[in-house]
């Protein structure tokens, strides 16, 4: 969250400061402004502390001063791991397409991929565009408002293709961004099969007449088509 530029309040425990029970964001104020802060819970059901931790059981949990300590350093791999990591995630993402097709229609296990493929196309784009602005930014929004689940909507059942795309974008994460054209050029073929992977998820919930969703992914794929037919994203140019 800080790595993206927010402001953010752990809020503790009464009886223990140190234990974290949630947690607040707020955009950076212009000028002498102050902050609006919003809870996790309050921004999305799923984006609470507790729902949250629920998706990682065995993460370590981090006392309050550990959140306040926290920064958003940049990664520590060397160039040739980073783009190691970029080829082998391009790779992943490829074969991750090819097995959309075997999720049946009505398969429960939809929610899950949906809300996966969203959070790789988020970091996506925070790879190739760190400030939140270009078509994969624009595509990962209009994915992630389809895919988020309703309101105390049960956790979705477990899917196989959802836990290689989270590998995935955790991959993303340690890798962080491109830090010149060299790199960037391997990034961009992640780019490339982020943008196949939607369009084939578009076209698959089309074609199952799941309006909403084929909507939402149609919207994703028409800001990330350009890329496709040009071969590079906003930020490598």
Known sequence: MKGAGLLVAARTAAKDPEQV??????LRPAGAGKPTWYAGRSL????????????WPEAER???GQWKA?????????SEDRMAVWRSSAAALEAIS???AGVTPGSPQWPAVAR???ELLARVAAATEPSGRGPVSRAADALARAAAPPRRAPAPVASSVAGELGRVADALLVAGHARDGGEAAVLLAVVVQAARLVVALAELRAAQQQAHAAGA???AAAH???LLQSGAPSSTK
């Open 98 to 100: 090819g097995r959309l």
């Open 62 to 64: 981090p006392s309050a």
């Open 70 to 78: 926290a920064d958003s350093a940049e990664s520590s791999l060397r």
């Open 21 to 26: 029970v949630g947690y607040a964001v707020a």
């Open 224 to 226: 990330l088509m350009p």
């Open 217 to 219: 992914a149609a919207a």
């Open 116 to 118: 996966a493929s969203a």
């Open 44 to 55: 999305d059901g799923d984006l609470s502390l507790p729902q949250v931790r629920k998706r």
